[in-house]
C-alpha cells in the first residue's frame, strides 16, 4: 500500500521536474541565443589577441568558429572581461528555481488541500453533527462510537448527509481528525436492520484502521496540487510569452495524459483497498449484534441488493470494484490481494512513461546540479540513468508482492493452468502498459532508436522495441512467479509478501542496467537469474508444502444463474458472423505478430494495433464469461477497444492524407459497426454453446441477476430471530 503511493508521489515529482525545464520566456531564450552565436566569434577575436607564433595564428584562422578552440586557463578571466564587452549579457540559468518553484506548489500546495479536505467535506455538502446523548438521533453517533471502540480507532466525529438518500457511509478526514459520515438512508437501515448498519460501519473503520484514507486523501492532494501546476504552465504555453510554446503545450498534453493515468490507477488502488476494508468489515470476535459468520452474510446480502440495483456493472475507472469480485473476496480473502491485470498494464504505464520524461531531460537535470555543487563535470552524459531507480524499485515492489498474492490466491502450483493463464494475461497486461508508456513519451520521435532505448537490457538482443518490451514482461513475470511459488512453500505468508517484494526491486532494477552503480550490472542480473534457476530447480522436485495452501476458486460469484444469451440469427447469417470475428481474429494474430518484430511509426498506429487485438481478446473473454451480467460488461469493453483502434486509423490516414473527406470516415465507422455487430453474435453462440447443460435446470422464469442465488435471511420483521432491537436512547 504504502509502495503504491511512493511510487505515484515519484511519479508526480518527475512530471514537475520535467516541466520545470522547459518553462523559459521568450526573453530568456532570446538572451541565450544571441550569446551563443556571438560566444565562439569573441572566443576566437580574444585568442587572436594573444602572442603567439606565426605558425599557431595560421592554424587558427583555418580552423572553424564552433566549437571554439580550448583557451589557457590563466586567460580564463581576460576571457570573461572580453565577452561582457563585445557579447550580449548571458541569462542567469534558472532552472534550479523553476524546478524548486514546482516542487514547492506541488509539496506546499498538496498538504494545503490534505488538510483541508475534511472541511471543505463537510461544508461542500452541508453535513450535520451528530453527538452522542443529545441532539438529533444519539442513538446513531452512539451505535459508530461504539463500533470505533471495538474496532480499536479514533474517530472525531458522525455526521449526517440528508441530501443522500442512499444507504451509504464515508469515511473522510486527516491525520487524527477522522470521521464518519453516513447518508439518510442509514438511518432507516439502523431502525430495520442493524446487523447491516453495523458491517457497513465497520468497513469504512476498516479504511481508517488500515490507513487506506490517509494515503489515499494525500497522494489525491498532491494530484490536484499538480492538475493546478499543468494548468498554469498551459496558459503560459499559450500566452505568447513562453520560449518554445509549441513544445511545452505539446509536454502539457502528454503529462495530462500522465495524470489520467496516475487517477486510473489510483481508483484500481482504491478497489483493492475495498476488498480489504471488506475482510475488516466481517473480522473479529463476536458483538451484540452477532459473530464473524453473521457478518459476512448481512454484508453479502447488502451485496445482493446492491447487484439488483445497479446490474453488476463496473468500469475500471471506478474506486468500487465490481460487485462480483466483492462477493468472490467475501467467500475467499486471498483474492483481496491479487494483482489484476489493469493494475500491472498501468503500474508499466505510469513507470515507463515518467522515467522516459526524467531520462529526456536528464541532461537538464546534471547542469543543474553541476551548478549546486552536487555533480562534477565528468559525470555529465547525455542520459543520467540512474534517475530511473526512484520509479523503477516501487515498481518492482509493487509486481513482485502483487504477483505472489496472485498465485496465493490462484491456488499456487497446484492450480495449474488457472495459475498459468492468469500469470499469462498479467504478462500481456505488463506488456502493453511498457507500450504505451514508451509510445506516450513526447521528447522524441516515436520509433528512434533512441540513447534511452538502447540503454535498456535487451537492446543487445535484439533492436525490436515491441520484442524487447514482451521479453521483458513475460521474463519478469515468469521469474517472480517462480520465486513466488518457492516463497509460499517455504516462508509465512508475511515474510512471503517481503521476499517477493524485494527480488521484484531486483528485477526491475536490471531494466536499466547502466542505471545501478558502478560495474555491478552484471552481479545483480547473475543474481535475478539465479534465483529464478534455482527457484525453478526446487520446484521441480517433490516436497513438502505448507497445508494451508488455499485451493484456486474463479473470480466469480458460486453458482450464478444464467440465461441463454443466444444470437436471434441462424444459419447463413450466423456462419457470416463467425465468419467474419474469424478475420478479425486472424487479424489480430499479425497484427500482434508484427508489433513484436516492427516499431510502430507513430502512437497512433501502436493504438490502432492494439485496439484490434484487444478487441478480439476481450471479446473471446466475453464468450468464456461465468454469467449474462459479465458477458454483457466485457461485450462493452470490447466495443470501446474497437472504437479506439477505428478512431486512430481514421486520423492516421487523415494525416497521410490517404482517407480525405468524410464519406472514407463513414464507411470505416460503418465497417466497424459491422465488425461489432458480428463479433456480438459469434460471442452470444459461443456463450449460449457453454451454458446450454444449465438451461435445463433453471426455470424460464428466472429473474436475470448477476450474483448467486442464496438463502436471503428473513426481513426485519416476521421471524423471531430477527426481531428488530433497539438500543437505549433509540426514538421511535
Same mark, same amino acid.
Given at each position: 500500500?504504502?509502495?503504491?503511493?511512493?511510487?505515484?508521489?515519484?511519479?508526480?515529482?518527475?512530471?514537475?521536474?520535467?516541466?520545470?525545464?522547459?518553462?523559459?520566456?521568450?526573453?530568456?531564450?532570446?538572451?541565450?541565443?544571441?550569446?551563443?552565436?556571438?560566444?565562439?566569434?569573441? =572566443?576566437?577575436?580574444?585568442?587572436?589577441?594573444?602572442?603567439?607564433?606565426?605558425?599557431?595564428?595560421?592554424?587558427?584562422?583555418?580552423?572553424? $568558429?564552433?566549437?571554439?578552440?580550448?583557451?589557457? @586557463?590563466?586567460?580564463?578571466?581576460?576571457?570573461?572581461?572580453?565577452?561582457?564587452?563585445?557579447?550580449?549579457?548571458?541569462?542567469?540559468?534558472?532552472?534550479?528555481?523553476?524546478?524548486?518553484?514546482?516542487?514547492?506548489?506541488?509539496? $506546499?500546495?498538496?498538504?494545503?488541500?490534505?488538510?483541508?479536505?475534511?472541511?471543505?467535506?463537510?461544508?461542500?455538502?452541508?453535513?450535520?453533527?451528530?453527538?452522542?446523548?443529545?441532539?438529533?438521533?444519539?442513538?446513531?453517533?452512539?451505535?459508530?462510537?461504539?463500533?470505533?471502540?471495538?474496532?480499536?480507532?479514533?474517530?472525531?466525529? =458522525?455526521?449526517?448527509?440528508?441530501?443522500?438518500?442512499?444507504?451509504?457511509?464515508?469515511?473522510?478526514?486527516?491525520?487524527?481528525?477522522?470521521?464518519?459520515?453516513?447518508?439518510?438512508?442509514?438511518? @432507516?437501515?439502523?431502525? @430495520?436492520?442493524?446487523?447491516?448498519?453495523?458491517?457497513?460501519?465497520?468497513?469504512?473503520?476498516?479504511?481508517?484502521?488500515?490507513?487506506?484514507?490517509?494515503?489515499?486523501?494525500?497522494?489525491?492532494?498532491? /494530484?490536484?496540487?499538480?492538475?493546478?501546476?499543468?494548468?498554469?504552465?498551459?496558459?503560459?504555453?499559450?500566452?505568447?510569452?513562453?520560449?518554445?510554446?509549441?513544445?511545452?503545450?505539446?509536454?502539457?498534453?502528454?503529462?495530462?495524459?500522465?495524470?489520467?493515468?496516475?487517477?486510473?490507477?489510483?481508483?484500481?488502488?482504491?478497489?483493492?483497498?475495498?476488498?480489504?476494508?471488506?475482510?475488516?468489515?466481517?473480522?473479529?470476535?463476536?458483538?451484540?449484534?452477532?459473530?464473524?459468520?453473521?457478518?459476512?452474510?448481512?454484508?453479502?446480502?447488502?451485496?445482493?441488493?446492491?447487484?439488483?440495483?445497479?446490474?453488476?456493472?463496473?468500469?475500471?475507472?471506478?474506486?468500487?470494484?465490481?460487485?462480483?469480485?466483492?462477493?468472490?473476496?467475501?467467500?475467499?480473502?486471498?483474492?483481496?490481494?491479487?494483482?489484476?491485470?489493469?493494475?500491472?498494464?498501468?503500474?508499466?504505464?505510469?513507470?515507463?512513461?515518467? $522515467?522516459?520524461?526524467?531520462?529526456?531531460?536528464?541532461?537538464?537535470?546534471?547542469?543543474?546540479?553541476?551548478?549546486?555543487?552536487?555533480?562534477?563535470?565528468?559525470?555529465?552524459?547525455?542520459?543520467?540513468? /540512474?534517475?530511473?531507480?526512484?520509479?523503477?524499485?516501487?515498481?518492482?515492489?509493487?509486481?513482485?508482492?502483487?504477483?505472489?498474492?496472485?498465485?496465493?490466491?490462484?491456488?499456487?502450483?497446484?492450480?495449474?493452468?488457472?495459475?498459468?493463464?492468469?500469470?499469462?494475461?498479467?504478462?500481456?497486461?505488463?506488456?502493453?502498459?511498457?507500450?504505451?508508456?514508451?509510445?506516450?513519451?513526447?521528447?522524441?520521435?516515436?520509433?528512434?532508436?533512441?540513447?534511452?532505448?538502447?540503454?535498456?537490457? /535487451?537492446?543487445?538482443?535484439?533492436?525490436?522495441?515491441?520484442?524487447?518490451?514482451?521479453?521483458?514482461?513475460?521474463?519478469?513475470?515468469?521469474?517472480?512467479?517462480?520465486?513466488?511459488?518457492?516463497?509460499?512453500?517455504?516462508?509465512?505468508?508475511?515474510?512471503?509478501?517481503?521476499?517477493?517484494?524485494?527480488?521484484?526491486?531486483?528485477?526491475?532494477?536490471?531494466?536499466?542496467?547502466?542505471?545501478?552503480?558502478?560495474?555491478?550490472?552484471?552481479?545483480?542480473?547473475? $543474481?535475478?537469474?539465479?534465483?529464478?534457476?534455482?527457484?525453478?530447480?526446487?520446484?521441480?522436485?517433490?516436497?513438502?508444502?505448507?497445508?494451508?495452501?488455499?485451493?484456486?476458486?474463479?473470480?466469480?460469484?458460486?453458482?450464478?444463474?444464467?440465461?441463454?444469451?443466444?444470437?436471434?440469427?441462424?444459419?447463413?447469417?450466423?456462419?457470416?458472423?463467425?465468419?467474419?470475428?474469424?478475420?478479425?481474429?486472424?487479424?489480430?494474430?499479425?497484427?500482434?505478430?508484427?508489433?513484436?518484430?516492427?516499431?510502430?511509426?507513430?502512437?497512433?498506429?501502436?493504438?490502432?494495433?492494439?485496439?484490434?487485438?484487444?478487441?478480439?481478446?476481450?471479446?473471446?473473454?466475453?464468450?468464456?464469461?461465468?454469467?449474462?451480467?459479465?458477458?454483457?460488461?466485457?461485450?462493452?469493453?470490447?466495443?470501446?477497444?474497437?472504437?479506439?483502434?477505428?478512431?486512430?486509423?481514421?486520423?492516421?490516414?487523415?494525416?497521410?492524407?490517404?482517407?480525405?473527406?468524410?464519406?472514407?470516415?463513414?464507411?470505416?465507422?460503418?465497417?466497424?459497426?459491422?465488425?461489432?455487430?458480428?463479433?456480438?453474435?459469434?460471442?452470444?453462440?459461443?456463450?449460449?454453446?457453454?451454458?446450454?447443460?444449465?438451461?435445463?435446470?433453471?426455470?424460464?422464469?428466472? =429473474?436475470?441477476?448477476?450474483?448467486?442465488?442464496?438463502?436471503?435471511?428473513?426481513?426485519?420483521?416476521?421471524?423471531?430471530?430477527?426481531?428488530?432491537?433497539?438500543?437505549?436512547?433509540?426514538?421511535?
Amino acid at each position: 500500500m504504502f509502495v503504491r503511493a511512493l511510487l505515484f508521489c515519484v511519479a508526480l515529482v518527475a512530471a514537475a521536474v520535467t516541466i520545470a525545464f522547459p518553462a523559459t520566456t521568450s526573453q530568456e531564450d532570446d538572451a541565450s541565443m544571441a550569446y551563443s552565436m556571438c560566444m565562439p566569434g569573441a =572566443v576566437r577575436q580574444f585568442q587572436l589577441t594573444l602572442p603567439m607564433s606565426p605558425v599557431k595564428r595560421e592554424i587558427l584562422y583555418q580552423a572553424p $568558429v564552433w566549437p571554439p578552440q580550448p583557451v589557457a @586557463k590563466n586567460d580564463g578571466p581576460a576571457l570573461k572581461r572580453y565577452l561582457d564587452v563585445h557579447c550580449p549579457k548571458p541569462p542567469v540559468p534558472r532552472g534550479g528555481l523553476r524546478v524548486g518553484l514546482a516542487l514547492g506548489i506541488l509539496g $506546499v500546495g498538496g498538504f494545503f488541500l490534505y488538510w483541508l479536505s475534511p472541511y471543505w467535506q463537510i461544508l461542500y455538502h452541508r453535513l450535520l453533527r451528530l453527538r452522542p446523548g443529545s441532539g438529533y438521533r444519539p442513538d446513531l453517533a452512539d451505535a459508530v462510537f461504539r463500533l470505533a471502540d471495538d474496532a480499536g480507532v479514533a474517530v472525531h466525529g =458522525v455526521w449526517l448527509n440528508s441530501d443522500d438518500y442512499t444507504t451509504n457511509a464515508v469515511a473522510f478526514g486527516h491525520w487524527r481528525r477522522r470521521h464518519i459520515e453516513l447518508a439518510s438512508g442509514m438511518v @432507516k437501515r439502523f431502525d @430495520k436492520d442493524l446487523d447491516t448498519f453495523e458491517v457497513i460501519v465497520r468497513h469504512e473503520l476498516g479504511h481508517i484502521r488500515h490507513r487506506d484514507l490517509d494515503i489515499t486523501q494525500g497522494v489525491t492532494a498532491m /494530484w490536484k496540487a499538480f492538475i493546478v501546476l499543468l494548468a498554469a504552465a498551459s496558459c503560459f504555453a499559450v500566452s505568447g510569452d513562453a520560449g518554445d510554446g509549441m513544445y511545452l503545450l505539446r509536454l502539457s498534453f502528454h503529462l495530462a495524459l500522465l495524470i489520467c493515468l496516475l487517477y486510473a490507477a489510483r481508483n484500481a488502488f482504491l478497489q483493492s483497498r475495498e476488498l480489504h476494508a471488506d475482510a475488516f468489515a466481517v473480522r473479529g470476535g463476536a458483538t451484540r449484534t452477532g459473530q464473524g459468520e453473521e457478518r459476512r452474510r448481512s454484508l453479502d446480502t447488502f451485496f445482493v441488493d446492491l447487484a439488483a440495483g445497479r446490474d453488476g456493472s463496473g468500469l475500471p475507472f471506478g474506486t468500487h470494484p465490481a460487485l462480483q469480485r466483492r462477493r468472490a473476496a467475501l467467500r475467499h480473502p486471498a483474492l483481496a490481494g491479487e494483482l489484476s491485470v489493469w493494475e500491472a498494464a498501468l503500474n508499466g504505464c505510469v513507470t515507463l512513461l515518467a $522515467v522516459n520524461l526524467l531520462l529526456g531531460d536528464s541532461y537538464d537535470i546534471m547542469l543543474t546540479g553541476r551548478r549546486l555543487g552536487f555533480l562534477e563535470i565528468d559525470t555529465l552524459r547525455p542520459v543520467y540513468t /540512474w534517475l530511473a531507480l526512484p520509479l523503477l524499485l516501487p515498481a518492482g515492489a509493487i509486481l513482485g508482492a502483487g504477483i505472489r498474492h496472485t498465485v496465493t490466491a490462484w491456488g499456487g502450483a497446484r492450480g495449474g493452468r488457472a495459475v498459468m493463464g492468469r500469470l499469462a494475461l498479467l504478462a500481456l497486461g505488463l506488456y502493453a502498459g511498457l507500450c504505451a508508456g514508451c509510445a506516450l513519451h513526447p521528447s522524441q520521435t516515436y520509433g528512434d532508436r533512441s540513447v534511452q532505448l538502447r540503454s535498456m537490457w /535487451w537492446s543487445p538482443v535484439t533492436d525490436a522495441l515491441g520484442l524487447g518490451l514482451a521479453l521483458t514482461a513475460a521474463l519478469s513475470v515468469l521469474a517472480l512467479a517462480l520465486f513466488a511459488l518457492v516463497c509460499d512453500a517455504v516462508c509465512g505468508p508475511r515474510a512471503a509478501s517481503w521476499w517477493a517484494g524485494a527480488y521484484g526491486v531486483l528485477v526491475t532494477a536490471t531494466w536499466f542496467p547502466t542505471a545501478l552503480p558502478g560495474s555491478s550490472a552484471p552481479y545483480v542480473r547473475s $543474481v535475478v537469474i539465479g534465483v529464478a534457476l534455482l527457484s525453478s530447480t526446487f520446484l521441480a522436485f517433490p516436497h513438502r508444502r505448507p497445508g494451508n495452501t488455499p485451493a484456486p476458486v474463479p473470480l466469480v460469484p458460486q453458482k450464478p444463474v444464467t440465461r441463454t444469451e443466444a444470437p436471434s440469427v441462424t444459419g447463413l447469417r450466423l456462419l457470416l458472423a463467425h465468419a467474419v470475428t474469424a478475420a478479425a481474429a486472424v487479424g489480430a494474430v499479425i497484427v500482434a505478430g508484427r508489433l513484436l518484430v516492427e516499431t510502430p511509426d507513430t502512437p497512433l498506429v501502436l493504438v490502432t494495433a492494439s485496439g484490434l487485438v484487444c478487441y478480439v481478446g476481450v471479446l473471446a473473454g466475453a464468450a468464456a464469461a461465468p454469467h449474462d451480467a459479465e458477458f454483457r460488461r466485457r461485450f462493452r469493453y470490447a466495443v470501446v477497444c474497437l472504437v479506439l483502434s477505428t478512431g486512430a486509423a481514421f486520423l492516421k490516414a487523415s494525416g497521410d492524407g490517404a482517407l480525405p473527406g468524410v464519406e472514407p470516415g463513414l464507411l470505416l465507422g460503418a465497417a466497424a459497426v459491422g465488425v461489432a455487430l458480428a463479433g456480438r453474435v459469434s460471442a452470444s453462440a459461443v456463450y449460449a454453446f457453454r451454458h446450454r447443460h444449465r438451461q435445463a435446470t433453471i426455470s424460464p422464469a428466472a =429473474v436475470p441477476s448477476d450474483v448467486a442465488t442464496q438463502p436471503r435471511p428473513a426481513g426485519p420483521e416476521g421471524k423471531p430471530r430477527n426481531r428488530h432491537r433497539r438500543t437505549a436512547g433509540q426514538h421511535r
